[in-house]
């Protein structure tokens, strides 16, 4: 028993993660302006098409 064990790391289970999501260096109050300036954008140009 003279010799150490060796600690070993559990394996993940599964697919491996592909979606990895980068951090914005925002405020939330910026991420949800910026959501409805884009949406009113879209909205705009939908409305255009159909007049």
């Known amino acids: ?3 150490k064990k060796k600690q070993e790391t559990k ?12 951090p914005i260096d ?6 949800a302006k910026a959501i409805c300036l884009l949406a009113d954008k879209k909205l705009s140009e939908k409305r255009k098409i159909k007049t």
């Open 26 to 31: 925002a405020t939330p109050e910026e991420i």
């Open 11 to 22: 394996r993940p289970r599964g697919r491996p993660v592909k979606n990895i999501i980068e």
């Open 1 to 3: 028993m003279s010799e």
